[in-house]
């Protein structure tokens, strides 16, 4: 008798368990990071770019020759990535040429053989996504450093990468013909949750004293696209709460720079890596510039 009540006390121990693992909520992960050194004087140089992977058309190789040689003249410690790396969806699996054909074969200058740290695309999600997060693309082109979010630390600067992709209801809920790969990522509420937790932890620890966030999509933006409610909703009050210095993004496929009336934050699109696509012509309502060249800001409430 007595090991029948023991057997049935640990039944009850277990399903208890059981209901508080599944009940008690997305827990806090921290988000993975990687060390990037600077200069011996503590500064940093690096180039952004966004939106290129067209195996070298659209003027994709034209820009990555400017880049090399901005580059040269800057002497970059790394390149950022703004995401939709490989058009028109993303990788079809590791072995798939377009990884090579759009990003090896094309950003080949010297000054550009340095860490390319990068976020995916709404593109990207169209294809493998596994594919390119995966250390098979990594042994073809160790350059390539792709994670869904990620953290890197630089010393007098810390870079918050941010995976925005999943955050846009349009596609879940409207993909028209596209496939997305939701692998590792649905269910998208608890995603999303889990992800804006890391985020606000992350920005709450750190004491770089500069805080850049890096994303696809735009937050503010008077080119094609416009603002991305979901992020204005989620994520941008984490943002102003710990005082983030710039959120950079791409999918507008050109260059942004829009200024904050209400908080610190600048804005900056660079979404310019190969077809220029969209006009900066003053769709969003907020903003009361009318257009923007890349040199020029736009005031947003």
């Keep these: 008798m007595v090991r029948s009540v023991s057997d049935t006390t640990m039944a009850l121990v277990l399903i208890l368990w059981t209901l508080l693992v599944f009940c008690s909520g997305p827990a806090v992960a921290e988000l993975k990071r990687i060390d990037q050194p600077t200069k011996s004087d503590g500064s940093l140089s690096l180039l952004v770019v966004g939106d290129w992977g067209r195996r070298g058309n659209y003027n994709q190789s034209l820009v990555a020759t400017q880049m090399g040689r901005i580059g040269e003249e800057l002497d970059i410690d790394f390149v950022i990535s703004t995401g939709d790396n490989f058009y028109e969806n993303g990788l079809t699996g590791v072995d798939d040429t377009a990884f090579e054909e759009s990003f090896s074969n094309i950003y080949t200058a010297k000054s550009l053989h340095k860490p390319w740290y990068t976020v995916l695309g709404n593109h990207d999600y169209r294809g493998d996504v596994l594919a390119q997060l995966s250390d098979a693309v990594r042994r073809i082109d160790p350059r390539f450093i792709c994670m869904r979010s990620f953290i890197v630390n630089a010393e007098i600067a810390d870079f918050f990468f941010v995976d925005t992709t999943p955050f846009v209801n349009k596609y879940w809920t409207d993909p028209e013909d596209h496939h997305y790969d939701w692998r590792e990522v649905s269910p998208r509420e608890t995603y999303v ?109």
């Design 193 to 301: 949750e889990n992800l804006s937790k890391d985020l606000d932890s992350a920005l709450r620890e750190s004491v770089a004293t500069w805080k850049i966030v890096v994303g696809h999509h735009t937050m503010r933006s008077v080119s094609e696209h416009g603002d991305t409610k979901e992020l204005l909703k989620s994520l941008l009050p984490i943002l102003k709460a710990h005082e983030v210095d710039f959120y950079v993004n791409g999918h507008d496929h050109c260059l942004e720079h829009i200024s904050s009336i209400d908080s610190p934050i600048q804005y900056f699109t660079s979404g310019g890596g190969r077809k220029r696509g969209g006009e900066c012509s003053g769709r969003t309502p907020t903003c009361s510039s009318s257009s923007t060249t890349g040199k020029d800001s736009c005031r947003c409430d």
